[in-house]
C-alpha cells in the first residue's frame, strides 16, 4: 500500500510543486506525494520547470491544484513548506502528520534570470535534503 505526502505552500507554484516531484521520484513505488496551495496561483513558476529538468524530472502534467481537493483525503504526511500555508492550514483533518519546513519563496527572488535560478536551485536542495531525511527515517522506523 503507498504512503501518502502533501506538500502545502500558498500558491502551488514553485516550492510545493518542487516538492512534491523530488518525493515522487524519490519514493517511487512506495510514496504517493501531492502538493496543493492554499490560495493556487493555477499557474506552475516557469523557473521551477526549469530547475525540476534540469535536475531530469519528468514535469509532464503538473499543474497548480487547490488544498480544497485534498481536504478529505487521508495522508501519512502533510508539510506546510511557507509560513503562510502553516497559518491557512494549522490544523489537518485525519490522522497525518503534520510538519513545516519554513522555506523562503523562489518565486520572490530578485536579480538576473540566471541568480533567480540559482536560488530556485538552492531551494531544490535544500527540499531534496529534508524529503531525503523524511522518507529514510520513515522507511528505518516503519
Not at 519563496?105 to 536560488?119: V, Y
Amino acid at each position: 500500500m503507498l504512503k501518502r505526502i502533501l506538500f502545502i505552500c500558498t500558491g502551488n507554484s514553485a516550492r510545493s510543486i518542487m516538492a512534491e516531484v523530488i518525493a515522487r521520484d524519490m519514493g517511487r513505488g512506495i510514496w504517493e506525494s501531492c502538493s496543493a496551495g492554499a490560495n493556487p496561483f493555477f499557474t506552475v513558476n516557469s523557473l521551477a520547470i526549469k530547475i525540476l529538468t534540469s535536475h531530469a524530472h519528468n514535469v509532464d502534467g503538473l499543474y497548480s491544484k487547490s488544498l480544497k481537493i485534498f481536504w478529505e483525503q487521508e495522508f501519512d504526511y502533510v508539510v506546510t513548506v511557507c509560513d503562510n500555508a502553516r497559518e491557512a492550514c494549522p490544523n489537518w483533518p485525519g490522522k497525518a502528520e503534520v510538519l513545516h519546513w519554513s522555506l523562503p519563496d523562489p518565486a520572490e527572488a530578485t536579480g538576473s534570470e540566471k541568480e533567480k535560478l540559482a536560488f530556485f536551485d538552492k531551494i531544490y536542495s535544500d527540499l531534496t535534503a529534508r524529503i531525503s531525511d523524511l522518507l529514510g527515517i520513515v522507511s528505518q522506523t516503519k
